[in-house]
């Protein structure tokens, strides 16, 4: 389940910055095919939209394309064989990838970590700790974030905002063309191009969260946090704020907050079980959905994947939302 990520930086993150500090003083290995190694299925296809055209040049993903968010994993020998043989890992941060550190080091002590998320501004905390009522799109909070995120309950999945998934595509052909200097100038440019795609959707869906009839919704965890503040969507309520189901107790609660803030939609995930949803929907007579946060995905999905799952995800919240 999805654990928050509060207090100080986790030392495995203070490992993996300084080996990713140091990896950018080696040169790349010339004239020898390039493994770029992605720790989740999002950063992976966002690196292969902008390692695209690069002749060789290998993206590999390292965990499972259907595990979702790795807060609990625990690195597989097959894991370290993978890490031995790449020249870059490239992560999503944010203390999403707890499990990594020195193990990194110590299967491949030459390895350059590139941080998607590095200098990201706009980053989002669950409110208090969890994210019980968190709204999503307000900016004097979202201003707070950006400075100091390592410092409270940080909310690691910008991959699901196509607003953010833009700037990590920029940031990820920042850290590789410092690993490979003549590709430099085609990863820009396919960031940039990717970016501009991802900032038209992100429009696309701002003008959807106008267009609504009710803007606001119940998410599962705090995985559509960014989405939310793309859509203009008002977060009321949390199934499980706390990694974990809620108790009786807390479903009532849950249910009583649905009808005083009039929430517009339950929304579950396909990366964990309906029941919560479903029973506070048969309990509360408010609609569920599903939305997919394009976590998870075949290994061979193809570039346009996360644009393919998005624009079925505003279609889901027009069609359970209503507009005016």
Known sequence: MDRHLCGPVPAALALL???WLGGFGSSARAGEARVFLCTTFPVCQITRNVTQGREGVTVQLMLPGQLGCPHDYALTP???????????????????EGFLGAPVKKANGKLIVIDSSQGAEDILRYAGGHDHGHH?????????????HHHDCVNPHLFVSPRMTGKLALNIAAGLGRVDAEGAAL?????????????????????????????????????????ARDAGLEIVGVMQAHGQEPSAAEMTDLARVILEKKAGAIF??????????????????????????AATGPEDAPLDHFESVMRKNMKILEATLGVK
């Open 268 to 293: 579950t995930e396909p990366q964990y079980p309906e029941k919560v949803g479903r029973t506070l929907a048969r309990e509360t007579k408010v609609s569920v959905a599903m939305l997919d946060p």
């Open 136 to 148: 999503g799109h307000d900016e004097a909070e979202d201003s707070e974030h950006a400075h100091g």
């Open 78 to 96: 097959q894991d370290m064989r993978k890490l031995a043989q790449a020249d870059a890992l490239i992560v999503n941060g944010l203390g999403l």
């Open 187 to 227: 990863y820009l440019r396919n960031a940039q191009t990717y970016a501009e795609k991802m900032n038209k959707l992100a429009d696309e869906l701002a003008a959807l969260g106008k267009r609504l009839a009710n803007n606001r919704i119940v998410q599962p965890h705090g995985i559509f946090d960014y989405l």
């Open 17 to 19: 910055a300084a080996v």
